[in-house]
Structure formats: structure tokens, C-alpha cells
């Protein structure tokens, strides 16, 4: 279907920028969106049927069959869940639509904040029945962290308790979000049957013998008339409260015409202050069309979205860069994958400028420049090479080196570092090895390669021990880590049980310095270091900060006490895990001319840091896991009791249609084999999700057994 009402494209804030021959779009014209969702949404499923319908496939994959053209990795397939975002490209009215279908599951938001951080726009697919889930809320937060204008799509329209109205109202009170209906749909659970369009006043419905690709229009149902009219009056005054133009034209006259108020919704979208709804259901393909159309009207192209700021590489100078071809160059790596036949692929957003084939570009972390041997459109796991990606689009490079997730590519005459991706700490850890020696070093460089893919998944050696631990977002993370293993690396490793990832940090203010005076190597080294160790709010991180003078650290030395800091910080004081959420104040220090050196100060700084942690009560903290639990009611009593033997703490309970929903906080260290737990304690009639929350302090009693261990 394709619309014949204008797209309401506003003219750019900047008519200056220009845009280079070759183009096929215009900036205007290109839409980068993501689809995100709880996990089991329809998100696969949504974006396969936009596949189709923009041609960019011939036929419907779908996800219970293993046939999603997005779900392409063989773990996927097997366990029908999206595993790592994929990205597409396809056209609609005459726009380029590029595409990246997100993860549902929590163990793989790193590929929903990634994703993110480059889009312009979101698609959030909520469950018609569902509603708004724990990850829900959890991609959403991420898509309003980047200030991600979105959509709503309402899917599963046509299954039993589906109710839109109730999934509106929890957008609205859980996301806090001004969300609203732009579609109301024609019947409920089975007899679901089509959309009325509030903007356009058209009745639409799919025909099912075309698998939904022709979309019949009408004039709304005599008997639906009065609730379409008043709902279509209520979105009119609820955009005019968030649209001026729109306040003014419906005060001028209350009969606002379809162009003007989809210019309004568009505007107000744009501008994060309103969120449009839409209805179908994709498994039946119902409502795909009317979803891209609104994809065109209401998300915003790279001219409607601020310019991209980041700094100065030497003088640290806050620098924006435009949404133009002519621009200096400034692109982000947000993704790395390894292809077997291609190499390393590095997944990038351009911002402005141009990236050409056989071009240099700088890369302003490790301060040194490579030439891009190949560009490529990707589509999935199939991959098109082409000779230019132009500002506003999403491509990938082959064969760069020393790239990481998080790196800017830019001119190195015009250089600029974008903000890096902030990536959520692992929580659980396992120890693995290889089955034979010959398997040794093919484990630690597939690690390698795994770690370089997936800035969440951490390889260290124990000191202690000197076993490889890895560590990830969950049981299913490293689960998957351990398959790709065997069958992309054909690497034979055995694997011990999972373990927590614990933490620790400070309850007190403490001090202590320390004199670094030792010959090494026949050359005498000095320094002395004096600092502060403070506790954070949880979830704050760690800061440094100086309060020295040059002549008790001098400036270049700087850096190496900073170093000193971080390093003591990673190994910790209790078990050797990392400190967090501790501020370090850098008070005193000791200089001599001739002795004080780099590993003097690094040194210094080190042991002055382990000094004053002990002393400042240090303690150990574990991941908090927000839990929600699906239950019949006959249950809740049994599943109540095993939360509060599991250390757990209930925060809401909410009844829904013979099933009652708990919301939970449990330690991760009681929720391993939770699942089997759960079924054999309700006969398999609950279900549950969960995602990290925070990190909290281990009781007392406990602390003891885990240190010591």
C-alpha cells in the first residue's frame, strides 16, 4: 500500500547543507529505526513482514520455523529467539528505510544499546495480551537515554485477551510516556479484522489471500463511527496541547484537516513529547503497511535530529558535526563481527562527510589511520559491496584493524571524538579450558575474537589459579559463548558451573599515602602519592579526581598515577574483584627531579589506594535482579514463599484475568536453576523475566563464606 498522503517532511533547520552527487536518497528521505521489544513481542516477526512488503524479500520467514531472514545465526534458529541485531535495508514511498532488529532477551541489551545509540527512531512492539513487560521498560529507558523519538505497535491483536485500550493506558503509566492511539482496531482476539486510521478517517483492512499485501480502504463502519470520531477528536487535542501550530489551527477550526495534523504528530514525535499507537497483529499480517507508513510521517530523517557533538581530540573543545555530505567525516563504530570469509566487519554510522572506498580514515583512540579496503550494505548476514556510504546511513567496513566497539572514524585533518557506547557490567562468570593442549591457543584466540564482538562477554586469567574466566550478562550468554565455540571455532573446551559476578566497594571515608623509594634495574625510583577513597551512590561508577599542586605531581606524571588507580581499583581488596562506585581524590604527593619516574607514581598510587580502601570498610556486593513472575493464582502462595526463601523481596503484585503478576528483587546468586524451579513448583503453568538491576551489599553472614571460598 502506498499512501497518497504527503509524508509532512518539515524543511530542514539548516536549508545550507548540501548533499553530493550519486545519492540515491536524499537525506530527507532516509529513515534509520530499530525495532525493540520484551522478548517473544513479534519484533522478528514485524520486521519480516516489512520485508516483504517493501520487496526486500519474496516470501515470509518466519521465527517458529526458523526461517527469519533476520534470525540468520544457527543458535537462533534453534531456539527462536534473536540472539545479536540485525541490520537491513529496504524502501517505501520512495524513502530508504535501514532497518536493525534488536534482541528481546536481557542477556543481550549490549546489541540493543549499541543499536541505539546510532538510530534515529524505534519502533517499541508491546504484546497485545502482555502489555508492557520488564524489558520493555528496559529498551525503552535506552531509547530515551539517546533521546530515540518512537513508535508504539500493539501486536498479537488477534489472540485471546488482547486489549489495546489496557496496553495504551500501561504505555502511558509505566513508561510515562504521552502515548496515543492514531488506530483504533475493528474487533478484538478472533475477530480482529483491520484498523481504523484516526488521521486519515479510512477504514483499513489486509486481505488474507494476498498474505495482507493488498490493503483495501473504505469509510469507517456506521457502528463504529461515534468511537472513531470521539477518539479521533481526543488525539487532536492531545497533540494541540503538545503542538502550537496545531493549538492555533484547532482554535481557528476545530475541523482539523489530515495533512495538519500529521504534520503536528510528526513534530511533537520528533521532539520527544508524544508517542502515536498503532495496532495489528504481524504473525497474520494485519497492519504492517499503515506501521511503515507512519515510519515515513512521524520519525524523523538525519536533518530532524540534533547534530552529533562530540570533542576535540588534543583540546578536549566540545565540536558539532552536521548531517552533510560535505562535512568532515565523522562516523562510529558500533558493532564488530567476525565472518569467516570476510574478516573482521565493523558495523558503522556515518554522521557526516562522506566514506569512500580506498579512502584513510583516523582513528582518534589509538591515534593512527588505515584505509578502508571494502564497504559493504549489509542485509542480515548477506552483504553488498558499494563504493560510498554518504552521511545519515548505517553500512559496514571489512578489514579494518584495531577498531573497537565504541571507536570514532573521522578525518584525521578535522579530527573529532564521538561519545563512546557505555556498555552494563557483566554478572555472572564461568571458568573454562581447552579439552586437549591442542585446543589451547585455538581457545584464547576465539575468546578473543568473541570478546572483540561482544563488549559485554570479558576474558581474564585468575592470578591465583591461573584458570581462564569469562564472564557475561547471564546463564543463556554463556550458554550461546560456549556453542559458537564449538561449531563457528571448532574448539573443544570443558566449562565449570556458572558463578556470580560479584563486586565491591566502600562504606567509609578513609586516607593513606605512600613513598615508592626502591632501585631497580640500578636506577632509583621515587614518588609519593596521598589520596582519599570515598563511597559513591550505587550505580555512579568510580571519578578521580586531583587536587594538586604541579610541584607535588607534576603534570606528566599524572596520567601514570590515574593508571596506578584504575589497576587497584580492578583487582579490588576483599576477593580480588573490581571496586566500584568509589570517588578517589588525589590530596597529597612527593616529586624529586632526578628519581621520580612513571612506575614509581603508577606504583605509588596503587599501593596508596589498597591502603586506604582497607580502611575504609570495604565490602562486597552482589547483582540485584529485578524479577517478574507469571502465575496462576492457585500458585502465588508457593511462589511467594520460594521468593522469600530465595533472599527475595516483593515490590508489586498485580492481578490480570486469573494470573497474578510479581514483581520481585532477587540476588542473582539464588536464581541459578530458577527456571526448573518454577515449573516443578506451579506443574509448568508459570513463567518469569528477568533483568539486572543494581548491585547491593552481601549480608554479613554471607560475605565470610564467599570471601574465604
Known amino acids: ?219 469507517w463502519p456506521a457502528e463504529l463511527r461515534e468511537e472513531a470520531a470521539a477518539a479521533r477528536a481526543a488525539l487532536i487535542e492531545a497533540v494541540a496541547e503538545r503542538d502550537d501550530l496545531l493549538m492555533q489551527a484547532y482554535l481557528d477550526d476545530m475541523d482539523v484537516t489530515p495533512d495538519a495534523l500529521r504534520a503536528a504528530i510528526r513534530r511533537a514525535t520528533v521532539a520527544g513529547r508524544f508517542v502515536p499507537v498503532l495496532c495489528g497483529t504481524s504473525l497474520h499480517n494485519q497492519g504492517i503497511q499503515p506501521l511503515l507508513d507512519a515510519v515515513i510521517d512521524y520519525l524523523p530523517s538525519p536533518l530532524d535530529v540534533p547534530d552529533v557533538t562530540g570533542h576535540h581530540v588534543k583540546t578536549g573543545e566540545p565540536i558539532t558535526r552536521p548531517a552533510d555530505d560535505h562535512a568532515p567525516l565523522s562516523a562510529l563504530a558500533f558493532k564488530i563481527a567476525n565472518d569467516p570469509f570476510v574478516g573482521k566487519i565493523i558495523y558503522v554510522r556515518t554522521y557526516s562527510g562522506i566514506l569512500k572506498k580506498g579512502a584513510q580514515v583516523y582513528n582518534p583512540r589509538t591515534r593512527k589511520r588505515d584505509r578502508v579496503m571494502r564497504l559493504l550494505r549489509v542485509h542480515a548476514n548477506q552483504r553488498e559491496d558499494v563504493e560510498v556510504l554518504y552521511s545519515g546511513e548505517i553500512g559496514a567496513i571489512g578489514g579494518l584493524k584495531q577498531v573497537t566497539t565504541g571507536d570514532t572514524l573521522c578525518a584525521e585533518n578535522h579530527p573529532i571524538l564521538l561519545e563512546r557506547i557505555v556498555f552494563p557490567e557483566p554478572v555472572i562468570a564461568m571458568a573454562i579450558e581447552p579439552k586437549t593442549q591442542a585446543d589451547r591457543e585455538k581457545l584464547q584466540e576465539a575468546l578473543r575474537a568473541l570478546a572483540d564482538e561482544d563488549p559485554t562477554f570479558l576474558v581474564k586469567i585468575d592470578a591465583d589459579t591461573g584458570q581462564t574466566l569469562i564472564s557475561g550478562m547471564g546463564e543463556l550468554h554463556l550458554e550461546i559463548i560456549r556453542d559458537r565455540l564449538l561449531r563457528e571455532y571448532k574448539v573443544q573446551a570443558n566449562a565449570g558451573k556458572p558463578t556470580v559476578a560479584y563486586r565491591e566497594s566502600i562504606l567509609k571515608t578513609a586516607s593513606a599515602a605512600h613513598t615508592f623509594q626502591r632501585e631497580i634495574g640500578g636506577r632509583m625510583h621515587y614518588a609519593e602519592v596521598g589520596l582519599e577513597v570515598s563511597p559513591r551512590e550505587r550505580g555512579a561508577g568510580n571519578e578521580v579526581v586531583f587536587e594538586v599542586s604541579d610541584s607535588q605531581i607534576p603534570a606528566q606524571f599524572r596520567e601514570f598515577v590515574e593508571q596506578g588507580v584504575c589497576d587497584g581499583l580492578i583487582t579490588g581488596i576483599l576477593a580480588n574483584y573490581p571496586l566500584i562506585d568509589v570517588r578517589v581524590r588525589i590530596i597529597s604527593g612527593g616529586f624529586h627531579p632526578v628519581d621520580s619516574t612513571e612506575v614509581a607514581y603508577r606504583s605509588a598510587a596503587i599501593m596508596a589506594l589498597r591502603e586506604a580502601a582497607r580502611a575504609a570498610q570495604p565490602t562486597l556486593l552482589e547483582p540485584i535482579m529485578k524479577v517478574e513472575i507469571v502465575t496462576p493464582d492457585e500458585h502465588l502462595g508457593d511462589v511467594i514463599g520460594d521468593v522469600n526463601g530465595r533472599r527475595g523481596r516483593i515490590k508489586e503484585m498485580a492481578a490480570r484475568e486469573g494470573a497474578q503478576i510479581v514483581q520481585a528483587e532477587i540476588p542473582l546468586a539464588e536464581l541459578f536453576g530458577y527456571s526448573t524451579g518454577l515449573r516443578s513448583l506451579t506443574r509448568g503453568r508459570a513463567s518469569y523475566s528477568m533483568e539486572p538491576a543494581r548491585f547491593d551489599a552481601v549480608p554479613a553472614n554471607l560475605q565470610e563464606a564467599i570471601v574465604n571460598r
Open 1 to 219: 500500500m502506498s499512501s497518497a498522503v504527503p509524508s509532512a517532511q518539515p524543511p530542514s533547520a539548516t536549508p545550507a547543507r548540501r548533499e553530493a552527487e550519486g545519492r540515491t536518497h536524499a537525506l530527507a528521505d532516509i529513515r534509520n529505526i530499530g525495532v525493540i521489544a520484551h522478548i517473544d513481542a513479534g519484533k522478528t516477526t514485524t520486521t519480516e513482514r516489512i520485508l516483504f512488503y517493501t520487496g526486500r524479500v519474496h516470501r515470509i520467514g518466519e521465527v517458529d520455523a526458523g526461517t527469519a531472514t533476520m534470525d540468520w545465526m544457527v543458535q537462533e534458529r534453534e531456539r527462536g529467539i534473536t540472539i545479536t541485531s540485525a541490520a537491513t535495508t529496504c524502501y517505501w514511498r520512495d524513502h530508504q528505510i535501514n532497518i536493525i532488529d534488536t534482541p528481546g532477551h536481557v542477556d543481550f541489551t549490549v546489541e540493543v544499546e549499541r543499536s541505539l545509540r546510532v538510530l534515529d527512531g524505534a519502533i517499541g512492539v508491546f504484546c497485545g495480551v502482555a502489555g508492557v513487560q520488564p524489558q520493555s521498560e528496559t529498551v525503552w529507558r535506552q531509547a530515551r537515554k539517546y533521546g530515540v523519538p518512537s513508535l508504539a505497535f500493539v501486536n498479537k491483536m488477534d489472540r485471546m485477551g488482547a486489549r489495546f485500550a489496557w496496553v495504551v493506558q500501561q504505555i502511558r503509566e509505566r513508561l510515562a510516556v504521552a502515548a496515543w492511539p492514531i488506530q483504533l482496531p475493528v474487533g478484538s482476539e478472533a475477530q480482529f479484522n483491520g484498523v481504523l486510521d484516526l488521521v486519515g478517517g479510512r477504514h483499513l483492512t489486509f486481505d488474507p489471500d494476498t498474505q495482507g499485501a493488498q490493503v483495501r480502504e473504505g469509510e
